[in-house]
């Protein structure tokens, strides 16, 4: 069975702080990782990953994936309280278009 | 920027009650999806669907559920009597086609109360 976890579940920092937060996935037939943040409703989306070693960034955060040891980081550096969210992992396999979702970590950036 | 939008933020409804769920995708979208969130649980793969079919569904959606894209523009679900247990936030995706991978953009989620 397909499993994507994270780690931490919870994570409490100040401000200025750098993070890094884990992800760990087994999927059958890996096509694609991604990184969403939720904050009140919608997931919305901050990186997709595909290759291994290829780091993506965007702003204060940045993301790599290894694909043989079966996980990716997402970094934040000098962390802001708007960056207190939910933030999600998802494996997606060329078996389908489903995405497995992680449970999340829960980012809380204290002033 | 384009964006999945959805209707309603929040629907209560009664226990054996029919709902739909109401989703307009990303004008150029081809793919769209449909999960669910469980308070406090992780986001959960209900069905995609693609070329006005369903492409992939999971055992979560049972005979009680439905899809439709009823015209150009909305995709809905639709939960035939509803129980207590599906009270849970639907988020609507959809993505493009030529992107590796297919990213996967998500509404803002309609709240589901089952009373």
């Known amino acids: 069975e397909d499993k994507v976890v994270q780690s931490p579940l919870s994570l409490v920092v100040h401000e200025g702080d750098t993070v890094t937060l884990n992800c760990s996935y087994e999927v059958t037939n890996f096509r694609s990782l991604l990184w969403y943040k939720q904050e009140k409703k919608a997931p919305t989306f901050l990186f997709m990953l595909?290759?291994?070693?290829i780091e993506k960034k965007s702003g204060r955060l940045s993301s790599i994936l290894d694909k043989k040891e079966l996980f990716s980081i997402l970094n934040i550096t000098a962390t802001q309280t708007g960056d207190s969210a939910v933030y999600l992992c998802?494996?997606?396999?060329?078996?389908?278009?489903?995405?497995?979702f992680g449970k999340g970590t829960s980012l809380l950036v204290t002033p | 920027e384009p964006e999945v939008t959805q209707t309603p933020s929040h629907q209560v409804t009664q226990m054996g009650q029919e709902v739909i769920l109401r989703c307009v995708p990303i004008s150029n979208h081809l793919y769209f999806y449909w999960y669910r969130q469980i308070l406090g649980q992780k986001v959960e793969f209900l069905v995609s669907f693609y070329n006005n079919e369903i492409s992939e569904k999971s055992e979560i959606f049972d005979d009680q559920f439905s899809v439709e894209r009823p015209d150009g523009s909305n995709f809905t679900l639709k939960i035939r009597s509803t129980k207590l247990e599906d009270s849970a936030m639907y988020f609507c995706?959809?993505?493009?086609?030529?992107?590796?991978?297919?990213?996967?953009?998500f509404g803002p989620g309609t709240r589901l109360t089952v009373l």
């Open positions: 595909t290759s291994s070693g």
């Open positions: 998802a494996v997606g396999s060329n078996s389908g278009y489903a995405l497995n």
């Open positions: 995706a959809s993505s493009g086609q030529g992107e590796v991978g297919h990213t996967q953009y």
